[in-house]
Protein backbone atom coordinates (compact mmCIF):
# COMPACT_ATOMS: atom_id res chain seq x y z
CA UNK A 1 0.00 0.00 0.00
CA UNK A 2 2.59 2.18 1.25
CA UNK A 3 3.99 2.07 -2.71
CA UNK A 4 0.69 2.50 -3.96
CA UNK A 5 0.82 5.97 -2.54
CA UNK A 6 4.34 6.90 -3.58
CA UNK A 7 3.64 8.15 -7.14
CA UNK A 8 -0.03 10.17 -5.81
CA UNK A 9 2.40 11.75 -3.41
CA UNK A 10 4.52 12.90 -6.22
CA UNK A 11 2.30 13.78 -8.80
CA UNK A 12 0.48 16.38 -5.79
CA UNK A 13 4.10 17.52 -5.04
CA UNK A 14 4.77 18.17 -8.52
CA UNK A 15 1.11 19.90 -9.07
CA UNK A 16 1.62 22.50 -6.10
CA UNK A 17 5.50 23.24 -7.02
CA UNK A 18 3.80 24.21 -10.57
CA UNK A 19 0.79 26.14 -9.10
CA UNK A 20 0.95 30.01 -9.73
CA UNK A 21 0.11 33.28 -8.04
CA UNK A 22 -2.41 33.28 -11.04
CA UNK A 23 -4.77 30.49 -8.65
CA UNK A 24 -3.81 31.71 -5.96
CA UNK A 25 -5.50 34.67 -4.00
CA UNK A 26 -3.58 37.63 -3.69
CA UNK A 27 -4.17 40.95 -1.43
CA UNK A 28 -3.00 44.03 -3.67
CA UNK A 29 -1.68 47.17 -1.64
CA UNK A 30 0.57 50.44 -1.65
CA UNK A 31 3.49 50.99 0.87
CA UNK A 32 4.50 55.00 1.09
CA UNK A 33 7.96 55.05 0.57
CA UNK A 34 8.79 58.67 1.61
CA UNK A 35 5.91 60.04 -0.85
CA UNK A 36 6.50 56.93 -3.32
CA UNK A 37 3.86 54.69 -3.69
CA UNK A 38 5.58 51.12 -3.98
CA UNK A 39 2.84 48.45 -4.71
CA UNK A 40 2.66 45.06 -3.76
CA UNK A 41 0.55 41.40 -3.62
CA UNK A 42 0.76 39.37 -0.53
CA UNK A 43 0.45 36.46 0.16
CA UNK A 44 0.06 34.00 3.01
CA UNK A 45 0.79 34.30 6.74
CA UNK A 46 3.51 34.18 9.04
CA UNK A 47 7.24 35.68 8.79
CA UNK A 48 8.06 38.63 6.48
CA UNK A 49 9.14 37.53 3.06
CA UNK A 50 9.83 40.70 0.38
CA UNK A 51 10.41 39.52 -2.96
CA UNK A 52 12.29 42.78 -5.33
CA UNK A 53 12.37 41.87 -9.25
CA UNK A 54 14.79 42.89 -12.05
CA UNK A 55 14.85 44.56 -15.48
CA UNK A 56 12.36 44.02 -17.19
CA UNK A 57 10.16 42.66 -14.84
CA UNK A 58 7.56 43.14 -12.35
CA UNK A 59 5.90 41.44 -8.95
CA UNK A 60 4.66 38.58 -11.43
CA UNK A 61 7.96 37.14 -11.67
CA UNK A 62 7.86 35.28 -8.65
CA UNK A 63 4.30 33.73 -9.64
CA UNK A 64 5.89 30.44 -9.38
CA UNK A 65 7.69 30.29 -6.45
CA UNK A 66 4.88 32.85 -4.43
CA UNK A 67 2.36 29.69 -3.71
CA UNK A 68 4.97 27.47 -1.57
CA UNK A 69 6.66 30.29 -0.05
CA UNK A 70 3.60 31.25 1.15
CA UNK A 71 2.78 28.52 3.08
CA UNK A 72 5.04 29.23 5.88
CA UNK A 73 5.76 33.15 5.24
CA UNK A 74 3.98 36.21 4.11
CA UNK A 75 5.29 36.79 1.09
CA UNK A 76 5.29 40.22 0.27
CA UNK A 77 6.24 40.49 -4.06
CA UNK A 78 6.96 44.18 -5.19
CA UNK A 79 6.66 46.40 -8.30
CA UNK A 80 10.15 48.48 -7.93
CA UNK A 81 9.90 52.46 -8.33
CA UNK A 82 9.34 52.86 -12.48
CA UNK A 83 7.83 49.93 -12.78
CA UNK A 84 3.80 49.09 -13.25
CA UNK A 85 1.47 50.11 -10.70
CA UNK A 86 4.10 51.87 -8.08
CA UNK A 87 4.82 55.72 -8.72
CA UNK A 88 6.92 56.79 -11.44
CA UNK A 89 9.34 59.67 -9.81
CA UNK A 90 11.28 61.44 -12.20
CA UNK A 91 14.93 62.07 -12.29
CA UNK A 92 18.11 59.75 -12.02
CA UNK A 93 18.35 60.64 -8.50
CA UNK A 94 14.94 59.27 -7.39
CA UNK A 95 16.55 55.90 -8.56
CA UNK A 96 20.10 56.12 -6.66
CA UNK A 97 20.90 53.40 -4.57
CA UNK A 98 19.39 54.15 -1.10
CA UNK A 99 16.41 55.60 -2.86
CA UNK A 100 15.82 51.81 -3.79
CA UNK A 101 16.47 50.09 -0.27
CA UNK A 102 14.44 52.61 1.71
CA UNK A 103 11.71 51.30 -0.63
CA UNK A 104 12.29 47.82 1.19
CA UNK A 105 12.70 49.46 4.74
CA UNK A 106 9.31 51.38 3.83
CA UNK A 107 7.56 48.01 2.71
CA UNK A 108 8.96 46.13 6.16
CA UNK A 109 7.41 48.80 7.78
CA UNK A 110 4.20 48.81 6.19
CA UNK A 111 3.58 45.41 7.38
CA UNK A 112 5.35 46.66 11.02
CA UNK A 113 7.37 44.26 11.17
CA UNK A 114 11.03 44.58 12.20
CA UNK A 115 12.83 42.82 9.92
CA UNK A 116 12.46 40.34 6.60
CA UNK A 117 13.73 37.65 4.07
CA UNK A 118 14.90 39.20 1.25
CA UNK A 119 14.69 37.81 -2.05
CA UNK A 120 15.54 39.51 -5.00
CA UNK A 121 16.61 39.18 -8.90
CA UNK A 122 19.28 41.15 -11.15
CA UNK A 123 18.34 45.10 -10.13
CA UNK A 124 16.36 43.32 -7.61
CA UNK A 125 19.62 41.51 -6.12
CA UNK A 126 21.52 44.80 -6.60
CA UNK A 127 19.20 46.03 -4.50
CA UNK A 128 18.44 43.20 -1.78
CA UNK A 129 22.77 43.29 -1.74
CA UNK A 130 22.91 46.33 -0.70
CA UNK A 131 19.44 46.36 1.74
CA UNK A 132 21.61 43.32 4.01
CA UNK A 133 24.70 45.55 4.12
CA UNK A 134 22.96 48.94 4.99
CA UNK A 135 20.31 46.90 7.09
CA UNK A 136 21.64 44.35 8.65
CA UNK A 137 19.39 44.04 11.82
CA UNK A 138 16.40 44.02 9.28
CA UNK A 139 17.42 41.08 7.32
CA UNK A 140 16.81 37.97 8.56
CA UNK A 141 18.18 35.91 5.32
CA UNK A 142 18.76 36.90 1.76
CA UNK A 143 18.19 35.17 -1.14
CA UNK A 144 19.85 36.53 -4.66
CA UNK A 145 19.17 34.87 -8.19
CA UNK A 146 21.54 36.12 -11.07
CA UNK A 147 23.01 38.92 -9.42
CA UNK A 148 26.86 38.48 -8.04
CA UNK A 149 27.83 40.77 -5.65
CA UNK A 150 28.62 43.96 -6.56
CA UNK A 151 32.15 43.99 -5.35
CA UNK A 152 32.63 41.05 -7.71
CA UNK A 153 31.09 42.51 -10.80
CA UNK A 154 33.18 45.70 -10.05
CA UNK A 155 35.64 43.74 -10.56
CA UNK A 156 34.75 41.68 -13.60
CA UNK A 157 33.79 44.72 -15.19
CA UNK A 158 37.43 46.25 -14.50
CA UNK A 159 39.71 43.04 -15.40
CA UNK A 160 37.15 40.72 -17.66
CA UNK A 161 37.30 41.89 -21.12
CA UNK A 162 34.06 39.20 -21.67
CA UNK A 163 32.02 40.94 -18.53
CA UNK A 164 32.83 43.97 -20.44
CA UNK A 165 31.38 43.01 -24.32
CA UNK A 166 28.91 40.91 -21.89
CA UNK A 167 28.01 44.49 -20.18
CA UNK A 168 27.53 46.74 -23.72
CA UNK A 169 23.68 47.02 -23.12
CA UNK A 170 24.00 48.65 -19.69
CA UNK A 171 26.87 51.29 -21.20
CA UNK A 172 24.02 51.72 -23.87
CA UNK A 173 21.30 52.13 -21.04
CA UNK A 174 23.25 54.90 -19.35
CA UNK A 175 22.84 57.05 -22.44
CA UNK A 176 20.40 60.03 -23.01
CA UNK A 177 18.49 58.50 -25.67
CA UNK A 178 17.96 55.03 -24.70
CA UNK A 179 14.91 54.94 -23.55
CA UNK A 180 13.15 55.94 -26.53
CA UNK A 181 14.00 52.43 -28.13
CA UNK A 182 12.20 50.64 -25.71
CA UNK A 183 8.45 48.92 -26.37
CA UNK A 184 6.60 47.09 -24.22
CA UNK A 185 6.66 44.90 -26.39
CA UNK A 186 10.18 44.63 -26.92
CA UNK A 187 11.09 44.37 -23.24
CA UNK A 188 9.04 40.82 -23.40
CA UNK A 189 11.64 38.93 -25.51
CA UNK A 190 12.68 37.06 -23.08
CA UNK A 191 8.92 35.41 -21.73
CA UNK A 192 8.54 32.25 -23.12
CA UNK A 193 4.56 31.62 -21.65
CA UNK A 194 2.34 33.99 -24.14
CA UNK A 195 -0.39 34.12 -21.77
CA UNK A 196 2.22 35.65 -19.61
CA UNK A 197 3.61 38.13 -22.51
CA UNK A 198 0.44 39.54 -22.34
CA UNK A 199 0.20 40.38 -18.85
CA UNK A 200 3.99 41.58 -19.17
CA UNK A 201 3.19 44.28 -22.42
CA UNK A 202 0.02 45.44 -20.30
CA UNK A 203 2.84 45.96 -16.64
CA UNK A 204 5.39 47.65 -19.10
CA UNK A 205 2.93 49.96 -21.17
CA UNK A 206 2.09 51.32 -17.19
CA UNK A 207 5.65 51.91 -16.19
CA UNK A 208 8.37 54.14 -17.41
CA UNK A 209 11.27 53.37 -19.66
CA UNK A 210 13.12 56.09 -18.37
CA UNK A 211 12.87 55.17 -14.51
CA UNK A 212 13.85 51.71 -15.49
CA UNK A 213 17.02 53.04 -17.39
CA UNK A 214 17.66 55.39 -14.60
CA UNK A 215 18.81 52.38 -12.54
CA UNK A 216 21.58 52.08 -14.56
CA UNK A 217 22.36 55.47 -14.85
CA UNK A 218 22.28 55.70 -11.13
CA UNK A 219 24.14 52.85 -10.04
CA UNK A 220 25.84 50.68 -12.44
CA UNK A 221 29.57 51.54 -13.07
CA UNK A 222 30.69 54.01 -15.65
CA UNK A 223 33.60 53.75 -17.95
CA UNK A 224 36.39 53.60 -17.26
CA UNK A 225 36.03 50.91 -15.01
CA UNK A 226 38.00 50.19 -11.76
CA UNK A 227 38.90 47.55 -9.17
CA UNK A 228 36.17 48.31 -6.50
CA UNK A 229 38.68 49.88 -3.46
CA UNK A 230 38.80 48.61 0.08
CA UNK A 231 36.37 45.58 1.41
CA UNK A 232 33.04 45.82 0.83
CA UNK A 233 30.71 45.57 4.48
CA UNK A 234 30.53 41.74 5.15
CA UNK A 235 26.71 40.51 4.84
CA UNK A 236 25.69 39.28 8.30
CA UNK A 237 22.96 36.60 7.67
CA UNK A 238 23.28 32.87 6.07
CA UNK A 239 22.91 33.55 2.04
CA UNK A 240 21.67 31.97 -0.72
CA UNK A 241 22.68 32.70 -3.83
CA UNK A 242 21.45 30.78 -7.13
CA UNK A 243 22.70 31.53 -10.77
CA UNK A 244 21.61 30.35 -14.08
CA UNK A 245 24.99 30.03 -15.88
CA UNK A 246 23.76 30.52 -19.15
CA UNK A 247 23.23 34.07 -18.52
CA UNK A 248 25.06 36.68 -20.63
CA UNK A 249 24.35 39.94 -19.38
CA UNK A 250 26.25 38.72 -15.79
CA UNK A 251 28.72 35.95 -15.80
CA UNK A 252 29.83 33.58 -13.11
CA UNK A 253 32.99 34.88 -13.26
CA UNK A 254 31.87 37.39 -11.21
CA UNK A 255 30.42 35.25 -7.94
CA UNK A 256 34.24 34.14 -7.10
CA UNK A 257 35.12 35.64 -3.78
CA UNK A 258 31.71 35.85 -2.87
CA UNK A 259 32.96 34.07 0.92
CA UNK A 260 35.01 36.39 1.72
CA UNK A 261 31.52 39.40 1.82
CA UNK A 262 29.59 37.20 3.87
CA UNK A 263 29.93 36.46 7.79
CA UNK A 264 27.86 33.69 7.93
CA UNK A 265 26.94 30.54 5.45
CA UNK A 266 26.89 30.82 1.97
CA UNK A 267 24.84 28.62 -0.32
CA UNK A 268 25.62 28.80 -3.78
CA UNK A 269 24.03 26.59 -6.17
CA UNK A 270 24.38 27.03 -10.47
CA UNK A 271 22.12 25.89 -12.61
CA UNK A 272 23.74 24.88 -16.29
CA UNK A 273 20.57 25.08 -18.32
CA UNK A 274 18.81 28.01 -16.72
CA UNK A 275 19.50 32.15 -17.82
CA UNK A 276 19.26 35.43 -16.66
CA UNK A 277 15.66 34.62 -15.38
CA UNK A 278 16.36 31.59 -13.40
CA UNK A 279 13.25 31.55 -11.20
CA UNK A 280 11.05 31.16 -14.84
CA UNK A 281 13.67 28.61 -16.84
CA UNK A 282 13.89 26.51 -14.15
CA UNK A 283 10.97 27.77 -11.91
CA UNK A 284 10.56 24.29 -9.88
CA UNK A 285 14.07 23.72 -9.13
CA UNK A 286 14.20 27.38 -7.86
CA UNK A 287 11.40 26.80 -5.58
CA UNK A 288 12.29 23.71 -4.43
CA UNK A 289 15.65 25.21 -3.56
CA UNK A 290 14.62 28.20 -1.72
CA UNK A 291 11.66 26.76 0.10
CA UNK A 292 14.58 23.92 1.48
CA UNK A 293 17.06 25.95 2.30
CA UNK A 294 14.70 28.78 3.99
CA UNK A 295 12.80 25.24 5.74
CA UNK A 296 16.52 24.40 7.35
CA UNK A 297 17.27 27.87 8.60
CA UNK A 298 13.51 28.03 10.29
Not at 103 to 119: G, N
Not at 159 to 170: F, G, L, V
Not at 285 to 298: N, Y
Request: a neutral charge; hydrophobic letters at 40%; glycine letters at 8%.
Amino acid sequence: MQNGRLPLVGLLLSGFLHASADAQELTHGFADSDGVKIHYVSAGKGPLLVMIHGFPDYWYSWRKQIPELARHYQVVAIDQRGYNKSDHPKGVDSYRMDKLTGDVRAVIRHFEQDSAVIVGHDWGGAVAWTFAMQYPEMTDRLVILNLPHLHGLQRELATNPDQQKASAYARFFQTPEAAKTLTAEGLTFWVKDEDAKAKYVEAFRRSSFEGMLNYYKANYPREPYQQPEGKPVKVKCPVLLIHGLKDTALLPGALSGTWNWVEKDLTLVTLPNAGHFVQQDEAETVTRTMAGWLSDRR
